[in-house]
């Protein structure tokens, strides 16, 4: 019985990172369950029998699940109180796509985009204001990168979100499962400065993502592509 929640608990954890997370007050008693670190008001917790994390709130509220090392990473955006960092790759995941860029702080994002939309007739590499980026919406995620290595996973700053998380396996992971080099914030940003007013963009071979991919880890790669290709 015990293999077989183990077994169960891995299949729907994944490879995946930030889980779905409904946020709700976590009662009674919890006998798989182990504080990890506790800081700030908020616990990070470890299932004993499947090993996936969870953050709980000063009040036991739920407020993300997943894999150890994702939540690692959002425990300690959380505790910070700045969801962003310099250098990350930013995403905002619009009706049918996933936008991307470099965030540069001080509320300035670098994306390959037309000046007012994501797509248009003059798209270029520019520097914009988070909001423009976001274009208003209150959720947007950076990519995490396991310690371990594969390939980077989402973490949403939203902590009560249905987004379903998991992504098509195919090339992009394939990939990235091999050693690559993860640039420091620092190298991340010039890199990403240093491709200021280009437009050369290409929807299959240098889009949004390819850009935002290449400035932090030097492939270009969009797992975007790779979907609408293996279709």
């Not at 889980?19 to 700030?40: L, S, T, V």
């Not at 240093?194 to 437009?199: C, I, N, V």
Request: net charge positive.
């Amino acid at each position: 019985m015990l293999l077989a929640l183990l077994i169960a608990g891995k299949l729907l954890m994944g490879n995946g990172g930030d889980r779905p997370n409904r946020e709700e007050k976590i009662c009674g008693k919890q006998h798989f369950w182990r504080d990890k670190k506790e800081e700030m008001g908020y616990r990070l917790q470890y299932n004993l029998l499947d090993g996936h994390a969870r953050i709980l709130d000063k009040n036991n509220i739920r407020k993300a699940t997943g894999t150890m090392s994702a939540m690692e990473e959002k425990f300690e955006r959380l505790v910070s109180g700045n969801f962003l960092k310099p250098g990350d790759v930013i995403g905002v995941s619009r009706s049918f796509y996933d936008h991307y860029g470099i965030y540069i702080g001080d509320g300035k994002v670098i994306h390959y985009a037309d000046k007012t939309k994501d797509f248009g007739r003059n798209v270029s590499i520019y520097e914009t204001d988070l909001k423009d980026f976001t274009q208003g919406s209150k959720d947007y995620f950076v990519l995490h990168f396991p310690k371990t290595g594969g390939p980077p996973r989402k973490l949403r700053s939203s902590t009560n979100f249905n987004v379903n998380p998991r992504e098509h396996m195919g090339i992009f992971d394939f990939l990235f499962k091999a050693k690559y080099k993860l640039f420091s914030p620092e190298e991340t940003i010039e890199r990403a400065k240093s491709r200021l007013g280009e437009s050369a963009y290409n929807f299959t071979r240098n889009n949004c993502e390819h850009f935002a991919l290449w400035c932090k880890t030097g492939i270009s790669f969009s797992r975007q592509v790779d979907m609408v290709l293996s279709i």
